[in-house]
């Protein structure tokens, strides 16, 4: 079983193909279920803390700060301290919030970001789910994010809380609009919604750069709904800690709290995986057309690398926009949705499936 | 995999939530005083009852949404066969967007998308 860094088909194959043999069907699907469901847990757990720790940093930069230096080199403990920390903080909940509900959020909000983790193509090989329904699948379940938050809002019995939500809620479903008509611009020009298909696509050239203006626009209006999506900076009227203490989970402490914040780390690492995946060619390598000798070069590079820079480079563009634009008001934000990116949506949609049907492309 | 697996993701994020629920709920020091379970209103104590009647701006929006998220989900399946469809798809989808484009302009112009 040799391993591969560059295509990781094999192994998964091998791993499967030897499970199925050693054990009994039973067997073979709870081992390899607990072997995927243990790789998931831990890399969200790592990418979460290792994301905490990047916002930290990058915040500092912008602002000529050093960040956390204390734990660890260069702070890099203090994610990891601050976990434990909030893992050993009692659990407190109003006396008259609506238990269940209450104590319902947390789940529904982390279960909606596995879910949509799950069909993220890491590498050739590694991606546990290819539906070829793949990008609708993401967008449909993703969405139930909103539903934990406003449950949240709503069962703290807060009036921070309940402010928080129903912004939240009004953000969250408009600019869901606006992420789904930017990717299906994308899918007009793909002419399929499975992962592995929109990848192997853009052997060529990333569809950023083949798909003419269009795609541009349809990454652009994708960066910025995404980060609206995340609930991040500048539309983080959700949780402006200067008007509403923290938004909707205000009562929310300890892991509880944590869970929230980790939500919102991996709907940002996922943001960021379809970013790149869709307009930047996800695992695929830099390739130009017909330069050979460039294209073997950036092969040497293995996909997983790749596909982490691009990932790590939309992300760094969303914290930027964070630590750059101030805040902006409720009815600013939904006349931004709704007087400029539907409708530069909605034509941009028309202008893809023109250039699509025209061969007006690369 | 196939797409059975998807309770695999299901219970691996109710593991994760419901175990450091348990661990958090009776490991860590716990104490009580009288105003602790108040709501957190920045320590002024809370007026008159939460849940309340609510703006009905947000439940315009909501109608809205409703209406291009039903619109999206028609587009969906264009879009993956939009290039055997060809032009009479095209021109189809024309028409479809101009009585959705009517519907955005109607409403823009009785003001539904005016916050207040």
């Known amino acids: ?76 403990l203090q994610t990891i301290a601050d976990f434990i920390k909030l893992l050993m903080k009692e659990l ?3 006396r008259k919030a609506d238990r269940f509900l209450y104590n319902l959020a947390p789940f529904i909000v982390i279960i909606a970001s596995f879910l ?29 994010g909103v539903i934990g938050i406003l449950l949240a809002g709503w069962s703290s019995n807060n009036k921070y809380s309940l402010i928080g939500a129903m912004r939240s809620g009004a953000q969250i479903l408009s600019y869901e609009l606006s992420v789904s008509l930017s990717l299906l611009t994308m899918i007009i020009f793909a002419g399929s919604m499975q992962f592995s298909t929109i990848v192997e696509g853009q052997r060529d050239g990333w569809y950023l750069f083949t798909g003419h203006i269009p795609s541009l626009v349809a990454f652009i209006v994708f960066l910025i ?9 500048p539309f983080d009227l959700a949780e402006a800690e200067s008007e509403l203490t923290a938004g909707f989970h205000t009562e929310y402490s300890g892991i509880k709290f944590a869970f929230f914040f980790l939500a919102e780390y991996i709907n940002l690492f996922i943001i960021s995986a379809v970013a790149a995946t869709v307009f930047l060619g996800g695992w695929m390598p830099l390739h130009f057309g017909h330069l050979e000798a460039f294209n073997h070069a950036m092969d040497v590079i293995p996909p997983l690398v790749w596909f982490f820079l691009k990932v790590f480079g939309v992300i760094f563009i969303i914290m930027w926009f964070k630590w750059t634009f101030p805040r902006l008001r409720v009815d600013q934000i939904l006349t931004l949705e709704w007087k400029y990116l539907l409708p530069i949506n909605l034509i941009n949609i028309l202008l893809m499936a023109l250039i699509v049907l025209t061969k007006f492309h690369f | 995999m196939e797409s059975s697996s998807l309770l695999l993701f299901f219970l691996a994020a109710v593991t994760l939530v419901g175990a450091a629920m348990v661990f958090s709920s009776y490991i860590p020091p716990t104490s009580t005083n009288a105003v602790k379970f108040e709501p957190y209103e920045c320590g002024i104590e809370t007026i008159g009852d939460t849940w309340l009647q609510y703006t009905v701006g947000y439940y315009l929006f909501a109608i809205l949404f409703l209406i291009f998220d039903v619109e999206t989900i028609f587009l969906f399946p264009w879009a993956v066969v939009m290039r055997s469809a060809g032009m009479t798809g095209f021109v ?6 101009a009585i959705l484009g009517l519907g955005l302009l109607y409403g823009w112009k009785k003001h539904a998308l005016r916050w207040e």
């Open chain 1, 1 to 76: 079983m040799g391993f591969n860094f560059y295509d990781f088909t094999a192994l998964t194959h091998n791993i499967h193909v030897g499970l199925v043999e050693g054990f009994s069907p039973f067997m073979a699907t709870t081992l390899e279920w607990v072997i995927v469901g243990t790789a998931y847990l831990l890399f969200v757990a790592l990418f979460g803390l290792l994301l905490v720790y990047a916002e930290r940093k990058v915040c500092a930069a912008f602002q000529q700060r050093l960040g956390p230096m204390r734990v660890g080199y260069w702070g890099l």
């Open chain 2, 92 to 97: 189809e989808i024309l028409i479809f967007f």
């Open chain 1, 225 to 233: 709904a995404g980060t609206a999506e995340t609930n991040r900076g």
């Open chain 1, 92 to 94: 407190i909940m109003p």
């Open chain 1, 116 to 144: 949509a983790i799950a069909v993220i193509p890491f590498a050739p090989g590694l991606q546990s789910l290819d539906f070829d329904i793949g990008l609708f699948y993401l967008t449909s379940v993703s969405s139930v």
